[in-house]
């Protein structure tokens, strides 16, 4: 229902809800697995009788009913099929009823079995129904009949999703504009409320949710106490409470236990690509990447190894997953014969970097990542690392740090105005130089690199440091030197001798 263009809200700022109610949700678990067209229901074998807790439409026309005793119940329908709880049933119902819903918005509450609520606070108002009516449709397609609530909050969406169900529809919405006039086609059985008062309703008169949602809250409170202040609240959408969404971290997980004795890795490889192709379609669906990829192996002597192995950066090439897990997995230690393999994904949103403006980064983040992962393995993770000069007046003086996640990225406050003029480069090892000087200059030098007559030099330039701690003392003189036919070159001159550091370009 369209608003008035004078009373039209701000999309940013309207707050709603959705609560998708899976009706029979275990019951609806098992029916994915086949038997939607015969006459099914669901019963506890716990108890000492056993009973029917829920059954399908078939089975009802044919008189079954919840709470009735099973033996009962095929009297009653002979070609009933009986089936029990599934844990397993019901965990990939669950899975599959949340990962479908993260493709609409991000915050989910689990309320119950069966029943999410929905933060609609990210989408459009206008956009609701029509993305409720998709997301249904979708439901449906993998075997799940839903029923969705729309409201201003969590206690008013779960509402509406019941009178959808009691109303035999899709979709319904409590909007702001007409929620009276909705309220006053739905009976108290809908907002969940307790027999005694609805009992008391019935005493004064009262059949809809509307008309007693039209009370004054201080008739309600000295009359029905917390209880109907409670729901009075509910209905008049005062009652708000905050979400607690689901943990995503064990979502997205696959698992296999071999019947098998396996002694080598091809098997493990084989599932690998089997259980990315899975979980990156399942993944890509919510709109997230992957941001860590966790494996678990399982031995047949009850030991197991495991590792997180983060990416650079989220992704949801298969390529870049598989080549990033099956590296990692040619270190596994095979004491014995592999059992099982569980591989689960770590989802995160899609993310956006923007570079400095004069830094160039990496060209593949993943490829990079991939060969650190390797040179750690054959030089040791100790000696891999970027060099940082230390804050010292020693020329040359620098500590390995780790790798910064893009190229041109450094610790620190940002640099100032790029240096102008010839560039120092220093050699890997200083060359050891004889120095003929004349009035305190250096007239001529003579090296394994190099031999020259010096044409112009300038210098000294001294300095020297840590002559506070014992035998840890340091001075150098730095001349640069421009030598016939070779160029420009810094010459030091220590208390050990003459060397040459390098040259400039």
């Known amino acids: 229902m369209k608003e008035p263009a004078g009373e039209k809200r701000s999309a940013k700022a309207e707050a709603g809800y959705a609560v998708i109610w899976c009706r029979d949700f275990r019951l609806q678990a ?3 697995r086949g038997g939607r067209d015969l006459p099914v229901a669901l019963v506890d074998d716990a108890q000492r009788q056993s009973i029917v807790l829920c ?8 008189g079954v009913a919840p709470g009735m005793p099973t033996v009962q119940a095929l009297a009653r329908c002979p070609g009933l099929r009986v089936e029990r709880p599934s844990e397993a049933s019901e965990l990939a119902a669950s899975r599959l009823l949340l990962e479908t819903a993260l493709g609409w918005v991000p915050g989910i509450e689990e309320t119950a079995p069966g029943i999410l609520t929905l933060d609609l606070s990210t989408q459009p108002p206008d956009q609701w129904i029509e993305s409720a009516w998709h997301l249904r449709d979708r439901l449906a397609r993998t075997g799940l009949e839903v029923a969705v609530g729309l409201g201003e909050t969590p206690a008013l969406a779960r509402i509406a999703a019941q009178a959808a169900l009691h109303e035999g529809v899709e979709v319904w919405h409590l909007a702001p504009g007409d929620r009276l006039a909705r309220l006053d086609r739905l009976p108290f059985l809908v907002a969940e409320c307790g027999a005694k008062l609805r009992e008391k309703f019935q005493l004064w008169g009262l059949a809809t949710l509307g008309s007693f949602a039209r009370l004054r809250r201080e008739e309600v409170a000295a009359r029905l106490g917390d209880e109907g202040v409670e729901l009075w609240l509910r209905l008049t959408g005062r009652l708000r409470r905050p979400l607690a969404l689901a943990k995503l971290e064990e979502l ?3 698992h296999h236990d071999f019947d098998y004795e396996v002694h080598e890795r091809e098997p493990l490889f084989f599932l690998l690509r089997r259980f990315l192709g899975s979980l990156a379609g399942r993944v890509a669906a919510t709109g997230r990447s992957v941001a860590a ?4 192996v399982s ?9 997180r192995l983060a990416l650079p950066e989220p992704s949801l090439d298969e390529e870049v997953l598989f080549r990033l897990t099956s590296v990692s997995l040619e270190g596994l230690e095979m004491k014995a014969a592999i059992q099982g393999l569980r591989l689960r994904f770590e989802p995160s949103d899609p993310v956006a970097t923007q570079r400095p403006l004069f830094c160039k980064g990496l060209r593949n983040r993943h490829l990079h990542g991939e060969t650190l992962t390797r040179m750690r393995k054959i030089v040791g993770a100790d000696r891999i690392g970027s060099p940082r000069r230390i804050d010292s007046h020693r020329p040359g003086a620098c500590e390995r740090f780790p790798l910064a996640a893009e190229l041109g990225e450094t610790e620190g406050p940002p640099p100032g105005p790029p240096v102008t003029g010839p560039t ?3 050699y890997p090892l200083a060359c050891r130089t004889s120095v003929q000087v004349r009035e305190g200059k250096p007239l001529r030098v003579e090296s394994a690199r ?3 007559v010096v044409i112009e030099a300038h210098g000294p330039w001294k300095s020297g440091g840590d002559w506070w701690h014992r035998g840890q003392s340091w001075e150098r003189s730095e001349w640069d030197v421009a030598l016939l036919n070779h160029g420009i070159f810094r010459l030091v001159e220590t208390p050990q001798g003459w060397s040459l550091e390098g040259y400039y370009d």
């Open 450 to 452: 190099l031999t020259g």
């Open 293 to 296: 990829v966790h494996w678990l």
């Open 424 to 426: 120092l480069r220093r």
């Open 55 to 62: 059954c399908n439409a078939l089975a009802a026309r044919s």
């Open 30 to 32: 098992l029916k994915r």
């Open 299 to 307: 031995f047949a002597d009850g030991t197991f190894q495991g590792r």
């Open 252 to 254: 997205f997980e696959e």
